[in-house]
Structures are given as C-alpha cells and as structure tokens.
C-alpha cells in the first residue's frame, strides 16, 4: 500500500515538470516563429501593387551611387501596359536605438527600404521592406510621398524631412544622395552642380516660404505675397534684351497658359520699360495672361531673392517655393510643373 502511494506521489510531482516542459517548447516556437516573421523580406513589387492590372516589375541594372558611399542603388523598372512608368529603389538604413521588441525578436540593426519613384520623378510610395515587422518607421517614410527629385535634392536642412527620430537625418542624406544619382544618371555632373547652385539661392529653399514683396504690375495692379494666397504661382524671370532669355521665358509663359488654369502667373522682366524688346515682352507676356512686373534696377528681384534670367520659380497654394531653377527645359520645371498639374486638387 506504502509503494502505491509513493508512485502516485511521485507522477503528482512530475506533471509541473512535464508542463513546465511544453510550456518552454511552445514559448520557443512562438519566439521562433517571431524571429521568422521578423526577418521576412517584403518584395519591392509590392510598392506598385495598387496600382491596378497591366503593372509589370523586373530587375534592372542597379544604378550607380554618386557618392559611391553604397556602390549602387539596386533598381526594378515599373512598366504600366507597356510604357515606362518609373523605378523603385532599395537601400539599407542603420537604427541606432532598435525598440525593446526588435532587440527580443533579433530584428537587425540595418532596415532596408524601398522607394518608388515615377517617370514624372514624383515620389508615389516609399516603405520599409527590411525586417518586415515591426515596421515603426512609418512616420519617417510617409513624409516623402509627394515630394520630387527637385526637392530632395535641394533640401538639406533639419527642419524638412524631420520626422523618424534617429532615421530622419542619415535618411534625408541617403535620400538625397538617390535623387542626385537620378539625376546626374539623366543630365550629368554639371546639370547637377547647377541645380544645387539654384536650390540654394538665398530666400528660395525648397519647401521654405517665398520672401514678401510688393510691386506694381504694368497694368497698375498692386501684387505682394499675401495676394497669392490660394492659388498655385508661377514667377517667370526674363532680361527681355537677352534674345535666348526672352525666348525661353515666352516658351514656359505659352506652356503656363496651355496646362495652368487658376493660377497666378507673373512675369518679372529685368530692363527699362522705354526699350522696344521689354515693350513687345510685356505686350506678348500680357497675351499669355501674366501679370508683368517691369524691374530696372533688380529691385523687385532683389526682394523675391532673384536676379538671374531666364528663372522660374514655382508655389504652392500656401507660397512655399515647390521648384527654383532654370526655366529651360533640362533644368527640370516642367518636370516639376506637370508633376503639380498631376497632383493639383
């Protein structure tokens, strides 16, 4: 009877064992489970996967970092029913403080993202594809959706693009080392060297708000930057005298005209109004409905922060400069033009 009792005493003593036991081997699966999940790599096609049948994705050749910090940018071509439709892009990011549930799935330190950027060098989606859970940098990719090439190229300081704690600085740096790859892959070295040199013009930072001014117009109406409020502005600079500048400055004008409705249009033409070729750009700028803004001595363009023609300079409804640069075509406002025109509510 004695040793009955011990063996029912002894398998009372084991079940704590034995559940203590499936209990470990379930909290490793779980754990495993989780790592594996963590370290799921989402596709880069996914970016585009919502934008409907005909879409296509296909690796291409990776294109190269300018800086050559990274080497390349590897890069899928986006075809929509059969036309070229932009890119996507990958690139790895460094988080210096990884959350508490990272550090217990092994989440790496270095997050990957993936970028996709349209023909119209839009920026149409951006995400995180490295781990792919948790993802906690939401905030710091959805600041750049909508934003352009122009404008990551030039913005460079700390208060746009903020937003990711300690992935927003070394992002907004790695970001703008692919939008100038982009662009010195499509134009070259000296093309980008310029763009920087006119995004940095005093005054007009990209994303920053235009410098107030007050001015006349021919037609003696009174302009300032509080009446361009509400509307989308263009400021088109010419020298008139100059026949490449006047041409060039007639050419966005008649494009203005043709793809712009409801927007504030004004030409800033440096020269005496007594000189025939500011005579017939007024009359000729008028006819393409700007506003135009006779400046002799540069003083109107002093306060806009411009004196270089030909020159545009594009805002938005609240005057925050969207594009400053050249008013040809390869310095990229009608790129940035027909983005706007694309996205304009």
Same mark, same amino acid.
């Given at each position: 009877?004695?040793?009955?009792?011990?063996?029912?005493?002894?398998?009372?003593?084991?079940?704590?064992?034995?559940?203590?036991?499936?209990?470990?081997?379930?909290?490793?699966?779980?754990?495993?489970?989780?790592?594996?999940?963590?370290?799921?790599?989402?596709?880069?096609?996914?970016?585009?996967?919502?934008?409907?049948?005909?879409?296509?994705?296909?690796?291409?050749?990776?294109?190269?970092?300018?800086?050559?910090?990274?080497?390349?940018?590897?890069?899928?071509?986006?075809?929509?029913?059969?036309?070229?439709?932009?890119?996507?892009?990958?690139?790895?990011?460094?988080?210096?403080?990884?959350?508490? =549930?990272?550090?217990? =799935?092994?989440?790496?330190?270095?997050? *990957?993202?993936?970028?996709?950027?349209?023909?119209?060098?839009?920026?149409?989606?951006?995400?995180?594809?490295?781990?792919?859970?948790?993802?906690?940098?939401?905030?710091?990719?959805?600041?750049?959706?909508?934003?352009?090439?122009?404008?990551?190229?030039?913005?460079?300081?700390?208060?746009?693009?903020?937003?990711?704690?300690?992935?927003?600085?070394?992002?907004?740096?790695?970001?703008?080392?692919?939008?100038?790859?982009?662009?010195?892959?499509?134009?070259? *070295?000296?093309?980008?060297?310029?763009?920087?040199? *006119?995004?940095?013009?005093?005054?007009?930072?990209?994303?920053?708000?235009?410098?107030?001014?007050?001015?006349?117009?021919?037609?003696?109406?009174?302009?300032?930057?509080?009446?361009?409020?509400?509307?989308?502005?263009?400021?088109?600079?010419?020298?008139?005298?100059?026949?490449?500048?006047?041409?060039?400055?007639?050419?966005?004008?008649?494009?203005?005209?043709?793809?712009?409705?409801?927007?504030?249009?004004?030409?800033?033409?440096?020269? *005496?109004?007594?000189?025939?070729?500011?005579?017939?750009?007024?009359?000729?700028?008028?006819?393409?409905?700007?506003?135009?803004?006779?400046?002799?001595?540069?003083?109107?363009?002093?306060?806009?922060?411009?004196?270089?023609?030909?020159?545009?300079?594009?805002?938005?409804?609240?005057?925050?400069?969207?594009?400053?640069?050249?008013?040809?075509?390869?310095?990229?406002?009608?790129?940035?033009?027909?983005?706007?025109?694309?996205?304009?509510?």
């Amino acid at each position: 009877m004695s040793q009955k009792n011990n063996m029912h005493v002894t398998a009372r003593r084991s079940h704590p064992l034995v559940w203590g036991v499936v209990a470990l081997v379930v909290i490793i699966a779980l754990w495993t489970t989780g790592v594996a999940v963590v370290r799921r790599r989402e596709e880069p096609a996914s970016l585009v996967s919502s934008l409907g049948t005909g879409i296509t994705v296909e690796k291409v050749e990776d294109l190269p970092d300018r800086l050559g910090q990274l080497g390349a940018f590897p890069r899928w071509k986006v075809t929509r029913d059969g036309s070229f439709a932009g890119y996507i892009y990958t690139f790895p990011l460094g988080s210096s403080s990884p959350s508490l =549930l990272n550090r217990l =799935l092994l989440a790496p330190r270095a997050m *990957e993202f993936a970028v996709y950027i349209d023909n119209l060098y839009a920026v149409q989606s951006m995400r995180q594809v490295y781990p792919r859970w948790p993802a906690s940098s939401t905030a710091f990719t959805a600041q750049y959706v909508g934003s352009n090439l122009y404008q990551l190229i030039g913005t460079d300081d700390g208060d746009t693009f903020a937003a990711g704690g300690d992935l927003a600085g070394p992002g907004r740096q790695i970001m703008r080392t692919l939008a100038g790859s982009i662009y010195v892959a499509d134009v070259g *070295e000296d093309a980008f060297n310029r763009l920087v040199a *006119e995004s940095n013009t005093p005054g007009l930072r990209l994303q920053k708000p235009f410098p107030a001014f007050r001015a006349t117009s021919a037609a003696g109406q009174q302009l300032d930057t509080a009446s361009l409020k509400g509307k989308y502005t263009a400021i088109v600079f010419s020298e008139p005298t100059c026949g490449s500048c006047y041409q060039a400055a007639m050419e966005l004008l008649t494009t203005l005209k043709l793809r712009t409705s409801g927007w504030n249009v004004i030409a800033v033409a440096f020269g *005496e109004a007594e000189i025939d070729p500011v005579k017939r750009f007024v009359k000729e700028a008028g006819e393409q409905g700007a506003q135009v803004i006779v400046d002799p001595e540069r003083a109107i363009g002093k306060q806009m922060r411009q004196t270089e023609a030909p020159y545009a300079v594009l805002l938005d409804k609240d005057t925050n400069v969207l594009f400053s640069g050249g008013a040809l075509e390869q310095n990229g406002v009608y790129t940035v033009l027909e983005g706007i025109l694309k996205g304009a509510k």
